[in-house]
């Protein structure tokens, strides 16, 4: 089993800046790939970002791109996303997940094996 505990959700001003942190537990060796998800009430849940354990391939919805950047720390088991430039649009509940699959990093939420509890991220006008 693969332990994730999100943290750095918070209250922000449009155009602010906020940085989540993931950090896996557990089997961490089983995993290939992290990502970042986010729900918004009354929406499906949805991709933000993914990264490789092992190699330099990412991904990121086109909605953030260019404003949210996903990185890791192999040493510490932790993943991040930087956001900037935060709308009111990206608040939601931000989820981190990890993936057993060792191809590119995936887009599917159903694809990944392992969930965080979720940190809220509110973004004002």
């Known amino acids: 089993q693969v332990q994730l505990v999100e943290s750095g959700g918070g209250l922000v001003q449009a155009g602010g800046s906020l940085r989540l942190s993931c950090a896996a537990s557990?089997?961490?060796?089983?995993?290939?790939?992290m990502g970042w998800f986010r729900q918004a009430p009354g929406k499906e849940r949805e991709f933000v970002a993914a990264?490789?354990?092992?190699?330099?391939?990412?991904a990121y919805a086109d909605s953030v791109k260019g404003r949210f950047t996903i990185s890791r720390d192999n040493a510490k088991k932790t993943v991040y996303l930087q956001m900037n430039s935060l709308k009111p649009e990206d608040t939601a509940s931000y989820y981190c997940?990890?993936?057993?699959?060792?191809?590119?990093?995936?887009?599917?939420?159903?694809?990944?094996?392992?969930w965080g509890q979720g940190t809220q991220v509110t973004v004002s006008s």
């Open positions: 997940a990890a993936d057993r699959w060792i191809g590119a990093p995936r887009q599917d939420a159903g694809e990944y094996d392992y």
């Open positions: 557990g089997r961490t060796s089983s995993i290939y790939a």
């Open positions: 990264i490789s354990w092992s190699t330099t391939n990412s």
